[in-house]
């Protein structure tokens, strides 16, 4: 069974960081390329940050650039996504995703809340 478990969401103040984490399980981890997305209040779901699948190539959203940074340990079967100088606008669901030719999986997401 597929499973992808995000975690470290929670609240922060603006200018703080966060570290989520993803857990990957049922599938073969080190042949998919991972993605973080997002999607705030009333809003699309967008991409946040990608990585391939052996960790050599990322790359992010244009607003992210610079702040986040995502990173994958295939021994852990995790992806990360570091956020740092967190804005307001940066509250949103946070999601994992996993790819690999049609195959398409998901998190259920875990919640960043950035106030003050």
């Known amino acids: 069974q597929v499973q992808l478990v995000e975690s470290g969401g929670g609240l922060v103040q603006p200018g703080g960081s966060l570290r989520l984490s993803c857990a990957a399980s049922?599938?073969?981890?080190?042949?998919?390329?991972m993605s973080w997305y997002r999607q705030a209040p009333g809003k699309e779901r967008e991409l946040v940050a990608a990585?391939?699948?052996?960790?050599?190539?990322?790359n992010y959203a244009d607003s992210m650039k610079g702040r986040f940074t995502i990173s994958r340990d295939n021994a852990k079967n995790t992806v990360y996504l570091q956020l740092n100088s967190l804005k307001s606008e940066d509250t949103a669901v946070y999601y994992c995703?996993?790819?690999?030719?049609?195959?398409?999986?998901w998190g259920k997401g875990t919640l960043v809340t950035v106030s003050s």
């Open positions: 049922g599938f073969t981890f080190s042949s998919y390329a």
């Open positions: 995703n996993a790819r690999r030719d049609f195959l398409n999986y």
């Open positions: 990585i391939s699948s052996t960790g050599s190539n990322t």
